[in-house]
């Protein structure tokens, strides 16, 4: 059975009576009156009883949900998607003159080998035996 001061809160402030208020006064919060889980109690009691009804002890009107408002914006996507043409004129600066740069790295790296031949050889072959 249900405490006899929630029900007469039911009676007095019907749905208001679930739900949070706040103090313009004192700038906070004020809990409901009944509790989340007393008045779900209430309500399967009322619902058991057979007085879910507007004149009962539960109106059906209290289970509505009232709609969260919030604000429209643009999704935020993936970064990848976001910086796409960010990152494409980037790739494009950098790949101008890539062909020269390629062609002088080649060159440099076929610089630091030294040539075939039987100097080379020789070279290796002494510097093994020291």
């Known amino acids: 059975m249900a405490p006899r001061i929630a029900l007469l809160a039911l009676q007095k402030y019907g749905k208001k009576a679930l739900r949070p208020t706040f ?4 700038q906070r ?5 009944i509790s989340p889980r007393l008045g779900a109690k209430l309500r399967k009691e009322a619902i058991r009883t057979g007085s879910y009804t507007v004149g009962g002890l539960w ?11 919030g604000t429209l914006r643009a999704e935020k996507g993936r970064s990848r998607d976001r910086n796409r043409e960010i990152r494409a004129g980037k790739i494009e600066e950098k790949m101008k003159g890539m062909d020269a740069k390629i062609e002088e790295y080649r060159k440099a790296e076929r610089g630091r080998k030294p040539e075939k031949g039987v100097e080379t050889l020789l070279k290796r072959l002494t510097a093994r035996i020291k």
């Open 59 to 69: 109106d059906p009107v209290w289970d509505v949900k009232e709609p969260k408002v």
């Open 29 to 33: 919060w004020r809990k409901p009156i």
């Open 23 to 26: 103090n313009v006064d004192t």
